[in-house]
């Protein structure tokens, strides 16, 4: 960089100088901070939509989705499931309002073991998303990235249903994701880090951060061979790790942090780059069922936090449930 473009920069927020290298995504289901910050796509899941459907601005949403499931013929815990569809489909279509891209949406996590649930699930959500008048193109379908949901993607992705494997935290898995055609996976950067403070006990930064590492390894076997598979890092604890990031395909970003790259002058530097990775040093892995599993056991971190990570979403998809029962009940 030289002076010249070094004194416009100083000038631009990190968030606009990211922007640069990155395209910029809102992790979050609040329409107004997608107003405010204008990313290019927008990412949500079991917990941001249950966080927003309780605040007031929102709740109007949840009534739509109770009102037009009431008389469907379904009950119980039936009428509840299509209840919750309808609302994740809703609160989607509302995002796609504001931002010009993709809005990904998440399948139940207490499929991911289950392959054609899975795809089941994500046809009907595409089929919701198309009656309301929304190109299936604009939709990614979340799936957790267990060896069940990569194989349900392989088979979603064949019919045009493009994917956004999550829940992503080893090679092993990005590298299978690659291998069904996946359109986009999520690293999740943050946890990673999380699980190394608490095993131990040490403080990363910069490029030392576990959670860094995994994604420019990633990115690096992606584009040393080719896959067209896209990265959005996720998950992040701390804008050190967003700048370090710099150059990867997406990155999706809370408000809280989105505010703080907003707030911040310093010079951002791409880090990641095609070229770079060119020439990293890595070899190609093959990757079937047997590999994948073995390489899963034997990653401590990658293992605990994918169960970790399934549990808490099917949590939420529960909690969420619950809230519907007792709309119901007030009707």
């Given at each position: 960089m030289n002076p010249?473009?070094?004194?416009?920069?100083?000038?631009?927020?990190?968030?606009?100088?990211?922007?640069?290298f990155t395209t910029v995504v809102a992790d979050t289901g609040d329409f107004s901070t997608m107003k405010r910050f204008a990313p290019q796509d927008a990412t949500t899941n079991p917990s941001l939509i249950y966080a927003a459907?309780?605040?007031?601005?929102?709740?109007?949403?949840?009534?739509?989705?109770?009102?037009?499931?009431?008389?469907?013929?379904?009950?119980?815990?039936?009428?509840?499931?299509?209840?919750v569809d309808h609302l994740i489909v809703?609160?989607?279509?509302?995002?796609?309002?504001?931002?010009?891209?993709?809005?990904?949406?998440?399948?139940?996590?207490?499929?991911?073991?289950?392959?054609?649930?899975?795809?089941?699930?994500?046809r009907e959500l595409i089929a919701?998303?198309?009656?309301?008048?929304?190109?299936?193109?604009?939709?990614?379908?979340?799936?957790?990235?267990?060896?069940?949901?990569?194989?349900?993607?392989?088979?979603?992705?064949?019919?045009?249903?493009h994917c956004n494997l999550t829940l992503l935290f080893s090679l092993s898995q990005a590298v299978a994701c690659a291998n069904a055609g996946v359109t986009l996976i999520s690293p999740f950067v943050g946890r990673i880090l999380d699980w190394y403070k608490a095993h131990t006990g040490e403080e990363y930064h910069?490029?030392?951060?576990?959670?860094?590492?995994?994604?420019?390894?990633?990115?690096n076997y992606y584009k040393k061979f080719g896959h067209k598979t896209e990265i959005m890092g996720a998950s992040f604890r701390n804008v050190g790790e967003i700048v370090e990031l710099a150059g990867c395909d997406l990155l999706t970003i809370s408000p809280k942090l989105l505010g703080e790259l907003e707030a911040l002058t310093e010079i951002v530097e791409r880090k990641l780059d095609p070229k770079i990775a060119a020439s990293s040093p890595m070899q190609k892995m093959d990757m079937d069922e047997k590999s994948f599993r073995w390489f899963l056991n034997e990653d401590a971190m990658a293992t605990e936090k994918l169960s970790e990570g399934i549990r808490s979403f099917a949590s939420d998809i529960e909690k969420l449930e619950t809230m519907i029962q007792s709309e119901l009940l007030e009707d």
């Open positions: 010249l473009e070094e004194a416009v920069a100083a000038q631009t927020s990190q968030l606009e100088q990211i922007k640069k459907v309780q605040m007031d601005e929102y709740e109007y949403l949840l009534e739509k989705a109770v009102a037009d499931n009431e008389n469907n013929g379904f009950h119980g815990s039936s009428l509840v499931a299509k209840i809703y609160f989607g279509c509302e995002i796609l309002k504001i931002v010009p891209g993709r809005v990904s949406t998440e399948v139940d996590a207490r499929l991911s073991f289950d392959t054609e649930s899975t795809v089941n699930k994500a919701l998303y198309q009656a309301q008048g929304i190109d299936r193109q604009r939709v990614l379908i979340k799936i957790a990235s267990t060896w069940e949901g990569i194989k349900a993607a392989e088979v979603l992705e064949k019919e045009s249903i910069g490029s030392d951060d576990p959670g860094v590492q995994s994604v420019v390894s990633i990115y």
